[in-house]
């Protein structure tokens, strides 16, 4: 079926690690997004793309990158991880300004 | 600031009704959304509201109230499926939106 893949579904990272999340969208929507997700506290974003060749920043963006070369991918990058960063994350994607979002299944990173 | 408070945990019996209220401040105003989201998977989108009234899809409906900045989401007929956590999410003046930490459902049979 259509939708978002997110690649990997979990993984253990050590401190000082670079990693890059991945992310790929079939549904041709011009909006994505990297979202986490930790307990307690309400989704944050990261970074957004309007559309491909464009991205912003978010709420929480310190320790990550993100690009956008085409439509359909979206990765995140960490370029030398730390514990905080643990958490679950969440990528997005949206038809246009007032549609609602489709998530890809996340990805579990713990920074140890 | 930007707001959103929910509950944070509810229980209901199975076949009752439940409300989950949701009380935001944004900067400026274009719709709240409800999501909701099993344990370990991905949200998924329930209802969007813009204008104030009430939106019903099935046995899931929600209210919205833009002078009181106040939203609900009412489940009816409560089935074990529906334990869930449920996010409500307010999009500001720059279409960004801002979450709830959300509420978990427990269901009770």
């Known amino acids: 079926t259509a939708g978002i893949t997110q690649a990997p579904t979990s993984q253990i990272l050590a401190a000082g690690r670079s990693m890059t999340l991945r992310c790929t969208q079939d549904?041709?929507?011009?909006?994505m997004y990297w979202y986490r997700q930790d307990l307690g506290l309400g989704l944050r974003l990261i970074h957004y793309s309007n559309t491909a060749g464009t991205t912003g920043k978010g709420e929480v963006p310190d320790g990550y990158s993100v690009s956008r070369a085409n439509t359909d991918d979206f990765p995140l990058t960490l370029a030398s991880a730390v514990p905080s960063q643990t958490s679950v994350y969440f990528c997005a994607s949206s038809d246009g300004d007032n549609s609602p979002l489709h998530f890809g299944n996340g990805t579990r990173l713990t920074v140890t | 600031g930007q707001n959103i408070d929910q509950p944070t945990e509810m229980t209901a019996t199975e076949g009752a009704i439940v409300q989950i209220n949701c009380t935001y401040q944004?900067?400026?105003?274009?719709?709240l959304f409800w999501y909701q989201q099993h344990a370990g998977e991905a949200p998924t989108f329930l209802s969007y509201n813009v204008l104030d009234g009430l939106e019903e899809k099935g046995r899931f409906s929600s209210f919205l109230s833009r002078s009181k900045g106040y939203s609900y989401l009412l489940l009816k007929e409560l089935q074990m499926k529906d334990s869930a956590s449920y996010l409500c999410?307010?999009?500001?003046?720059?279409?960004?939106?801002?979450w709830g930490a959300g509420t978990k459902l427990i269901i009770k049979p």
């Open positions: 944004t900067s400026g105003f274009n719709g």
């Open positions: 549904m041709r929507h011009n909006a």
């Open positions: 999410a307010g999009m500001d003046s720059n279409y960004q939106l801002i």
